[in-house]
């Protein structure tokens, strides 16, 4: 009798769900659209630049850029390298696409993030609601996120965009918070002494000195963006990610193993470039 | 700007109570009745940072909050412009009470009649030296150019010309420090408050640092209020001095006073290891009792004198009390072997050596070693005030040098005197 478990007490929650869902697109299908269009807007945008420049400057500029992040000729050579792998590799153009929806995950998050950073930082109610939220995304699988993506904006690269932020954003959130609250209390002191008010104390001294924190939160965003990128194919987001999945769906591991290694240099090639413009500016200021 | 009285800042019985949630009532209940600091903490819980401290501070004045660490000095000196607020009292700035005052109020204060300057300097490392300088007025709302000049010409007045474009990093401590005076200055504050200034930086330095400050508040006529640890620091730059201990202030006195006429045993154990030296001043040692004689009198009576007295040297004044002349018990003597009747400025006499009543006696040393004379201690308008010998000097000293009495052979003071002024008159 205990085999069974009695379908009496079945809760279902499966049709609440998509019924609210329905219900949401139906009343807020305008904002949904709205959001859909502006990240659109920009992933178009961002597309037709990078896939618009010849390869030669895209090297050139991850070159330009590995000097002045790291000011080493070694590093400057390897980064430009593995960007040259990629083409090699003949995965130049998806990886463009993927570099377009990366920047995109990476400028919402920010514009997202910090502002959620910011105020974490400066109300401890608003940090105790904000650091279990964060704690549970944080430990969400990472495909739970394709779910409501998929279910407000449909299959395509706007959703992907959107369940790569979801997934991204906590570390940014974080790191604010953390940067903003560990900054020099004797600089926002002296700024108080001269009667600077809280905004000017954020702006001239709480957001500068907190600046390399942050930009290690941007940094960690995007290495989570880079991972989301193949999860997020499964959505129909374009690019390295997808490679991937088709290289796991024929069972094809030299593909795959292509794909997946152009993914690591991309991973590489940002996070060398922008921790070094980090690094410059942490020691700058200490 | 300063009231009548001439009064800038005025704290009426502040204090502060630390961990006080809850029963800020009760303990300032027992503040006020006297209960000791630790009953309070043991029977509360509540720390008492600062105890119904009162003062005031005049316009000009050179005002030293002193005590060790973890006696509330600190803690003080933030309350006034409420970077901590005060649980208690009233704190008076320029005629207005900041304690009843909005945050926006406060910040007007902040921007418009205070700059502070910090042991840690509390400078924006991402700024060069002449944002920095500046930061004040930019808070203030003053315009680019204005805000250029006035810091420019600060970063000048420390000394800092040509570091404008450096970040603060690529300075050392005391050139930082500076900065933090440059940006103090630049907002050209009614009052400046000092949280250690020169706490931080090595003696050398802290010391040559604080003989600039010291020419600086001298010519801006600058209102200071300065917290330190630094005995010698206070007594060096201070007009008076507040002893702080255990959040209380036990004592407000100008230097010469806290070193001659401590309040307590505290008061007493802290500046015992002060040199006399430094800061004691002509007026408090001198003789106010010298021998004098106008031109004209009998010479005879005032030989007497000197020998009754046991002062070989006589200070010649005019009617104004003006020292003119200085004459030895051995020139008089030989004017009367010769038959003179009336004293006389004549060749016998010496033009006197004069210091200030303020004078620190150990700028005193070098004019008495000069002169076999007495130093004539006059007032600006160079009317006589009192003697200094050799010997006062010495004795100011003595108190300052720890020996065993049983051992040494004291001689009394009289016999002293006179072996003084006889080695005087004799050299």
Redesign the interface.
Known sequence: MFNEFPDTVEIDLRTRVNDAISWLLDTFGGVFDFIAAVIRTVLLNLEDVLTWMPWPLVLGIVAVLAWYATRSPLNTVVLTGLMVMIGMFGYYDLAMITLAIIIAAVLISFVIGLPIGILAAQSDKADAVIRPLLDGAQTMPAFVYLIPALMFFGLGRVPAVIATVTYAVPPLIRLTNLGIRTVSQ??V?????????PR?ILR??EL??A?PTIMAGVNQTTMMALAMVVIASMIGAEGLGQEVLLAINRIDPGRGFEAGLCIVALAVIIDRITQGFADQYKE??? | MADENGILLECRKVTKLFGDDGNTQQVLKMVRDGVAKDEIQSKLGAVVGVREASFQVHQGEFFIIMGLSGSGKSTLIRTL?R?IEPTDGEIIIDGEDVTKMSEDGM??????K???V?Q???????KTVLENAE??L???GISWQERRDKAQSAIDRVGLSGWEQY?P?ALSGGMQQRV?LA?ALS?DPAIL?MDEPFSGLDPIVRRQMQHEFARLQEEEDLTTILVTHDLDEALMLGDRIAIMRDGEIIQIATPDELVTNPADDYVASFVEGASPARFMVARTIMSEEPLTAREGDPVEPMLNQMRERKIWSAFIVDNANKVTAVLSYDALNRAHQSGTGAISVGRQARKPVTCDPEMAISDIFPLVLNTRHPVAVVDDRGALEGVITKNMLLEALAHDIDYDEDEVETPSSETTTEQANTEVTSV
Request: no cysteine; net charge positive; proline share 4%.
């Open positions: 004797s600089a002191e002296a700024a108080t002494a001269y009667g600077a008010t000017q001239d001294v500068p000195l600046l700058s200021i200490s | 412009i970077l910040r007007k204060v902040r921007r418009n205070v700059a502070m910090f840690h300097y509390g400078l924006l490392p991402h930061y004040g930019k808070t203030r970040r990093s933090g940006r907002h408050l």
